[in-house]
């Protein structure tokens, strides 16, 4: 096995995603891009040539697991950090959500962290770094909006998998956390709160994941941790 490092990041190719992974690629790091918008992966790919590997794929999909362990196999690649910071987002009252609207948030949002970490697992090492995206929608005690009940429902599970996980990986010396997100200013938003503008922008914040990926798990373990100054920005 290669001592290859890479850290593989969900949701590269735009808003917050693709921000952390510049982030990292600025800092010479080794980033395994995904997302379902190919052009937008080989955007990245055509900036940091020698850094980046990329994989289009939609993470409700069962197949895209397999074409994820065959590429870290392939490529030889290990995981200093798996980074899954994908998210889809319904906005909708909740008595206007369908059984289609709640399965595809919790495989979207869900299953594809339980997915994700199944199929990684074996290519993460000693004090490799699980960090999940969650959202203050999802996290215990803050405000709730109406609209995204679905989605805050769908985005609270990585807070419990968080804690779960980090027990169960501690023979393995894998560290787990979840960063449960306030107000970004990225499409996301947009369509969570359309027309509201805040301070935090998606270059800060990737910045922000990319550092808390490579040195966090030094100091932290099972945290479920609120980044915002105020509820819910
Ligand atoms: N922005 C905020 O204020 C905020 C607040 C709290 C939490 N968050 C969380 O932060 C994360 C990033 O949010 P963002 O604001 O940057 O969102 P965004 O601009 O909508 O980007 C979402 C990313 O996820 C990818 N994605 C969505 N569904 C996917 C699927 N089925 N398979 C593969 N990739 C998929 C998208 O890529 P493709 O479309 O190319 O597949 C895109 O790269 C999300 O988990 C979100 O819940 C954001």
Redesign the pocket.
């Known amino acids: 096995m290669s001592t290859d490092n890479a850290v593989l990041v969900?949701?590269?190719?735009?808003?917050?995603?693709?921000e952390t992974a510049i982030a990292l690629l600025k800092k010479n790091i080794r980033v395994i891009a995904?997302?379902?918008?190919a052009d937008?992966?080989q955007e990245l790919k055509n900036k940091f040539p020698k850094l980046v590997y990329t994989l289009a794929?939609?993470?409700?999909s069962d197949q895209?697991y397999r074409d994820l362990a065959d590429l870290l196999t392939k490529e030889k690649l290990r995981l200093k950090a798996l980074i899954?910071?994908?998210?889809?987002?319904i906005n909708k009252p909740f008595l206007e959500t369908t059984d289609e609207d709640w399965s595809y948030l919790i495989?979207?949002?869900t299953m594809?962290s339980i997915k994700l970490i199944r199929t990684c697992h074996p290519f993460l090492g000693k004090e490799s770094h699980i960090v999940q995206?969650?959202?203050?929608?999802g996290f215990q005690g803050s405000s709730k909006f109406p609209g995204l009940t679905a989605?805050s429902v769908s985005?609270g599970t990585l807070s419990i998998l968080t804690e779960c996980l980090a027990g169960e990986f501690i023979k393995d010396d894998i560290r787990i956390n979840c960063l449960?997100?306030?107000?970004?200013?990225?499409?996301?938003?947009e369509?969570?709160f359309p027309g509201l503008k805040?301070p935090?922008q998606?270059e800060q914040?990737g910045a922000y994941i990319a550092g808390f990926a490579l040195e966090a798990q030094k100091f932290f373990n099972g945290k479920v941790l609120p980044v915002s100054l105020a509820d819910p920005?």
Do not use: F
Request: glycine share 12%; proline share 0%; hydrophobic share 45%.
């Open positions: 969900t949701g590269a190719s735009r808003g917050i995603g693709r995904l997302a379902r918008t937008k992966l794929v939609d993470l409700t895209s899954h910071n994908a998210g889809a987002l495989q979207a949002n594809s995206i969650g959202s203050m929608g989605y985005k449960c997100l306030g107000a970004v200013q990225t499409e996301m938003l369509a969570a805040v935090v998606s914040m920005s």
